[in-house]
């Protein structure tokens, strides 16, 4: 009886596979002596770098100050290329407008519609903006971009000093309309 040739083929590369994976004296062949570096300690330094969580009320926000004056001319060289002449948005999405659209059946969200909190959109521009260099701009600089696009919001006026302690005094407009879980 013969076997056809996919059977033969198959055997064949099983046989083979196998005997590749055989060493001399039938023993496991031993782990690479170095790795990727995967599961290393980050170092304090490391570690501090990461450890930029800000919370609703304003735990962890940082030392530093920003006027509205001061985020035109910050928002003016690093934001306006993406989100537009006064946050009107293009090619990026817009930050202001929108307020009470949230219910209709075309909702804008933007900064002064739909961020419930003042301290979680500092937190967020921190973190990610502009998009070409995250984390690159100074605290200074977005506290003064935060109140500049809370003003252009009509959140805060003009004379507005954001800080550690006065941001987290700002009532956004959609502040009530999250389920706060922490509450229950």
């Known amino acids: 009886m013969s076997l056809p040739k996919k059977s033969i083929s198959a055997s064949l590369v099983t046989v083979m596979l196998v005997a590749g994976c055989a060493t ?12 990727p570096n ?6 304090a330094a490391q570690l501090a770098a990461m450890d930029t969580s800000i919370t609703p009320n304003g735990a962890g926000l940082p030392a530093g100050s920003g006027t509205v004056a001061q985020g035109a001319k910050v928002y003016a060289a690093k934001c306006e290329t993406c989100h537009g002449p006064k946050g009107v948005g293009k090619p990026a999405d817009a930050l202001v407008g929108g307020i009470g659209s949230l219910a209709s ?3 804008v969200r933007t900064v002064g519609s739909y961020w419930p909190y003042a301290t979680t959109f500092f937190d967020y521009v921190r973190r990610a903006m502009p998009t070409n260099a995250p984390q690159t701009l100074s605290n200074d600089e977005v506290y003064a971009v935060t109140a500049y696009v809370l003003n252009l919001n009509g959140i805060v006026p003009e004379s507005a000093v954001r800080n550690a302690q006065t941001l987290p005094q700002v009532k956004m407009p959609n502040r009530d309309g999250f389920i706060d879980y922490s509450k229950k």
């Open 105 to 107: 059946g075309k909702p």
């Open 38 to 43: 995967l599961g290393a300690t980050p170092s």
């Open 24 to 35: 001399p004296d039938n023993t496991a062949p031993s782990a690479p002596t170095r790795g």
